[in-house]
């Protein structure tokens, strides 16, 4: 499937994430998300999915889960929080940002959490430790479809 434009919506709620071209929607999946899936993720261990804007930092074709979509969590939004918090330092959180607005790799070792992927290993009941899960068949053509640095819009 050839993606000029790609961007991802993910809608918590009803469990599907939206592959869009531009302004036009390509294709509807069935996601699991994370064994607590209600509200944002808030700390690391929490079982939550975060929502917010991220982006795809790398693919993994060597997963555990088959393969995987590393997003770009903790975002700037969730940086702030944690600092407002005493969850994280100041340094950590320049780190965060400086990543952020470079389109790398943020932290992915604070009190935050991180290691936040769309990943393969099957869609059904909420099963992950905040990430997002599809079909083997479903990452597949994901991955295979968009490129690093395609935006993730994860809604509640």
């Known amino acids: 499937m050839q993606i000029e434009k790609p961007q991802i919506i993910l809608y918590k709620k009803s469990r599907e994430l939206e592959l869009f071209d531009g302004d036009r929607l390509v294709k509807i999946y069935k996601i699991s998300l ?16 975060p929502e917010g804007e991220f982006y ?7 997963s555990k889960f088959h393969l995987s979509l590393a997003l770009s969590y903790p975002n700037i939004e969730d940086a702030d929080r944690g600092l407002m918090a005493k969850l994280i330092t100041k340094s950590e959180h320049q780190a965060i940002i400086e990543a952020i607005t470079e389109k790398k790799m943020p932290p992915q ?48």
């Open 109 to 156: 070792n604070t009190k935050l959490g991180g290691e936040i992927y769309i990943h393969g290993g099957g869609a059904g009941t909420d099963w992950t430790q905040g990430c997002v899960a599809l079909a083997d068949d479903d990452i597949k053509e994901l991955f295979d479809s968009i490129p690093v640095g395609t935006t993730v819009r994860i809604l509640p």
């Open 34 to 49: 994370g064994k607590t899936p209600a509200g944002d993720k808030e700390i690391e261990g929490d079982g939550k999915t």
């Open 56 to 62: 795809v930092f790398t693919k993994n074709e060597k």
